[in-house]
């Protein structure tokens, strides 16, 4: 039978004064000051713009506030690899700053659960899927790029291996896994292809003079995903600083899914009167900023296909 | 001091502060402007360097 040895006394006092001081412990100090609650927005609001908005409004907005919703709950639901992670690696102020990024994550879900519950009816799985678009019914018309679901296959995906290298308590396995999930879920998800929604609503719902509580929401989400977004860069950039092949490891992450980023998708095309070109142009700010926090060097070819303009997807059906 | 560079494709404007806050404040003003966008205040930070003051 297995058996754990016991720490000695002084091992057991995990955080130290240098994780004290440092940029990961920071951002915990940060999360811890800036909380909000979903509940104390006023949805009256939201609810009465809603009713008098037009049909292809409503449904723009929504079909975006669905997709994000579901998002925001996956990634609550994925984030224990990297918790596991950050324990097994003996970095106890990754693992302060994980216990507020996941709190942040259902703070999120909650958020929107409420807004589709109290301004648009919307309560159920079912009621929230009709406005679904499917990601499959974009397509690439060049046939060069396809887009997935990181969200729905390649987060679990990558958190399985990390979990599986956790267990093996293989150091070097464990922080190449960390890096392929932070690049995934932080850098690439969160960092560069969600972006441009967030800019979508603010934007529409700020030039229509509506939905007050939903555009107070992103802002706080925002706010949020600006720490979740560089505590992935900075963790990566803490990694590749002491093993710099790990650097390629980025970018096989980003090639597997950079065909998401060539173009605008399914849900993001939806909002009538959009200026689709600023957002796609936008990508490339967000990718080269994400390289310059990871201290990596941008994929020039990726930044070519993203600004493009003969390559942008087609969208077969709007709604699943 | 700190300095920001743009990042956004094709431009290459620099942004310098004597502080966190005043950054802050001047990139968003530069991105807003220029680009129809803003940029988080985590992000500023994690891409901001610290310079020497030019007192000129």
Redesign the interface.
Known sequence: MATTEIKPVQERFLLTPEMMAGSIYR?YEKATRKIWDPKQLDYGTDRVDFERMTEEQRNGVVTITVRIEAGEQAVTDELLPMVAAAHELGRFDWVMFLSTFMLEEARHSEFFAIWHREVCGLATAVEKAAFWPLREHTVDPTGRFSTGEPVYEGIPRYGDALMDAVRSRDKRAIEQGFIRFATLYNAWVEGVLTMPTY?IVI?TTTAWGVLPALRQGFRNV??D???H??FG??TCRILISEHPEYEALVHDVVNEYCGNAVGMLEYQRNVPGLDLQ?YQ??K??HY??RC??MGITADQRL?DAV?DPSLDFVVGVQAG | MKRWECLEAGCDAVVTAADDEELIAKVNEHVGAEHGSYELEEVILAGAEEVDGDDG
Do not use: A, C, H, P
């Open positions: 951002k800019e934007d925002l706010s995903e600006g720490r977004i560089t860069t900075e600023k142009t936008q490339v700010r080269r900023n310059r926090e930044i600004l």
